[in-house]
């Protein structure tokens, strides 16, 4: 079982950085892939990044790719999302994300095994 919490959410204008955190803890061994996904309004929930389960690779979502960045640190139990120039249509509810196999993260919300509650970020002038 992995329990993961989010933070770090709140409003801010276009063209600014945020950074998102989210504080994992499991009661199994073995290493997970961590993910970050959002959703907006009335939207499907959307793949912005993930780590591979070794922390080996890093994959983002078309939408993202060179504006946001994730990390993680495992033996704090820490995932980030470092997120720059950031534009309205980045206003969402973030979810911190888990998922147990070694294979090539999914872009498929339904195929990973654990979620956060959320937190919410809004790009507004």
């Known amino acids: 079982q992995v329990q993961l919490q989010e933070s770090g959410g709140r409003l801010v204008h276009p063209g600014d950085s945020l950074k998102l955190f989210c504080s994992v803890s499991k009661q199994t061994t073995g290493a997970y892939a961590k993910g970050w996904f959002r959703q907006a309004p009335g939207k499907e929930r959307e793949f912005v990044a993930a780590?591979?389960?070794?922390?080996?690779?890093?994959y983002y979502g078309d939408s993202v790719k060179g504006r946001f960045s994730i990390s993680r640190e495992d033996g704090k139990g820490m995932v980030y999302l470092q997120m720059t120039s950031l534009k309205p249509e980045d206003t969402a509810i973030y979810y911190c994300?888990?998922?147990?196999?070694?294979?090539?993260?999914?872009?498929?919300?339904?195929?990973?095994?654990?979620w956060g509650q959320g937190t919410q970020v809004t790009v507004s002038s």
């Open positions: 994300t888990a998922w147990g196999g070694i294979a090539t993260p999914p872009e498929k919300f339904e195929e990973w095994d654990f």
């Open positions: 780590s591979s389960w070794n922390g080996g690779m890093t």
